[in-house]
């Protein structure tokens, strides 16, 4: 069986979906594997490296497709453009990545008969914690985004005490305690911040204080019972966030930093912090919003930008957090989808077994023979 690599396409993605290392593992598993020329460059990978682990580095997506039986995607195949990749599937390939799934998209894949599994769908079990790319590329995003806000931010995070004076430490506040959330927290602390955060969910409180930070928060019976089976936040009601905004308001305007990663899964990112809290910080506070690619946590984000208000607060929208950290997203990644497909792998058939009954497969699977399959995206729920 042919395993197809392709190139990102899209504006500003730079990871890509296997490295040398992961391609030697699948060869390892009696596939074949094509990786198009030039797909991990932004990542630091040479067309050389993947040559050397035993790809086929074809010249063009229609020579990457041809004859595939599984297609690895960073992000969803596109259907328009200089280069169609959704018309160059095989019928009958699997389909792993991002897809960013909807009820159209799914039936698309549908038509084309593309077997698509949607990894960003993948359960919150311990079984499946070895292939979940939301928090592989979440913790990362973490950690960029205290770097980003290092490098904008005018003076130093850890107190510094020189003859001529002292500095002090900076003060950093994240918004969102999931694994992005903590990964800023702990990067914030170990540049020498003084870092407090805040989360909806009960058992972030907790966390965020294993971690060497304080909790910031309004605390009440809804916010008890604000987190899902799957471990994410629920939407809560305009009452709690008008007591929650009360506290966080009069907390935010001392900040130095602030860091934003809060989202609520299939929905646009909830509103955090807005227009007035921006303008009640200092002349030189930076905020960091992760959740920029879902609408923004910050009312004054403008996606993919990097803006500064009048008051001189700076903020960073950009998107694609973990693709500003390319190579370790990259590796990441790769190795979530290798181990999806080495968990459901058929030694004898050298082809991957994807039962129907399978919690992880019923996760991620949107289509199937031509079919949609995915509970939340066939036609009678997408009406």
Do not use: C
């Not at 296997?18 to 094509?34: R, S």
């Not at 870092?195 to 966390?207: G, I």
């Not at 009640?280 to 506070?285: E, F, I, R, T, V």
């Amino acid at each position: 069986m042919r395993l197809a690599v392709l190139k990102e396409r899209r504006p500003a993605e730079t990871r890509v979906a296997a490295t040398p290392e992961t391609v030697k593992k699948f060869i390892g598993l009696g596939l074949t594997v094509a990786v198009e020329a030039g797909a991990g460059l932004t990542a630091g990978v040479p067309d050389a490296e993947y040559a050397a682990a035993g790809a086929e580095v074809a010249p063009d997506a229609a020579t990457t497709l041809a004859g595939a039986g599984i297609v690895l995607k960073v992000r969803a195949p596109l259907g328009e453009g200089p280069v169609d990749e959704l018309a160059l599937i095989p019928r009958g390939a699997l389909l792993l990545g991002q897809l960013q799934a909807d009820a159209d998209t799914a039936a698309t894949y549908a038509r084309l008969g593309i077997d698509a599994g949607a990894m960003e769908l993948l359960p919150r079990i311990t079984r499946a914690q070895s292939m979940d790319i939301l928090s592989s590329q979440a913790n990362l995003a973490g950690y960029r985004a205290v770097i980003e806000a290092a490098a904008a931010f005018d003076r130093g995070f850890p107190m510094l005490m020189t003859a001529a004076g002292t500095v002090p430490a900076a003060n950093v506040f994240i918004m969102g305690a999931g694994v992005a959330g903590l990964q800023a927290i702990a990067t914030a602390r170990r540049l020498g911040g003084r870092v407090s955060a805040t989360d909806v969910r009960p058992a972030a409180k907790e966390e965020i204080k294993s971690l060497g930070a304080s909790f910031v928060g309004h605390e009440d019976e809804e916010s008890r019972a604000a987190q899902t089976a799957g471990g994410y936040a629920k939407p809560m009601s305009a009452a709690f966030m008008a007591e929650q905004g009360k506290v966080v308001a009069a907390h935010l305007a001392k900040q130095d930093i602030v860091i934003t990663t809060a989202l609520v899964q299939g929905r646009r990112a909830p509103t955090l912090v807005t227009a007035e809290m921006v303008h009640s910080m200092k002349p030189g506070s930076v905020i960091v919003d992760i959740a920029s690619d879902a609408g923004g946590n910050v009312a004054l984000t403008v996606p993919g930008e990097a803006v500064t208000t009048p008051g001189g607060v700076t903020i960073l929208g950009y998107g694609n957090w973990p693709g500003r950290i390319p190579a370790a997203a990259s590796a990441l990644f790769a190795r979530n989808l290798l181990t999806l497909l080495t968990t459901f792998w058929d030694k004898d058939a050298k082809a991957p077994k994807l039962p129907e009954d399978d919690d992880i497969v019923k996760g991620i699977m949107l289509t199937r023979g031509g079919a949609v399959v995915h509970p939340s995206f066939t036609p009678a729920k997408a009406a």
